[in-house]
């Protein structure tokens, strides 16, 4: 079956970093579009980023410049790294993609950035 397990999350300060990993399995990995999305308690989730099967890039205007988005087809990865981290980033982040109409997401993984 379809899975996908996040990692790489963590506590961290306001202008630090992280890389959230996603890996991916129960599909053909390369030939899928992937997304990141993250969901504040009590707010409704949010696309980040997302990523074609081709490599093409889109962000939210909230993360661009500082959020990078890649995929490893090898290791059936997807990617998010996060530079230049703000208090407003603290969320549970998802990574998900989409199968023949259905949205599969993984089980998510903490960000939170102190201010």
């Known amino acids: 079956q379809v899975q996908l397990v996040e990692s790489g999350g963590g506590l961290v300060q306001a202008g630090e970093s992280l890389k959230l990993s996603c890996a991916v399995s129960?599909?053909?990995?390369?030939?899928?579009?992937m997304g990141w999305y993250r969901q504040d308690p009590g707010k409704q989730r949010e696309l980040v980023a997302t990523?074609?099967?081709?490599?093409?890039?889109d962000y939210d205007v909230s993360v661009k410049g500082r959020f990078t988005i890649s995929r490893d087809n090898a290791k059936s990865t997807v990617y998010l790294e996060m530079n230049s981290l703000k208090p407003e980033d603290t969320a549970v982040y998802y990574c998900?993609?989409?199968?023949?109409?259905?949205?599969?997401w993984g089980q998510g993984t903490q960000v939170t950035v102190s201010s």
């Open positions: 998900a993609v989409d199968i023949r109409l259905r949205r599969y």
């Open positions: 129960g599909v053909t990995f390369s030939d899928k579009n």
């Open positions: 990523i074609t099967s081709g490599g093409s890039v």
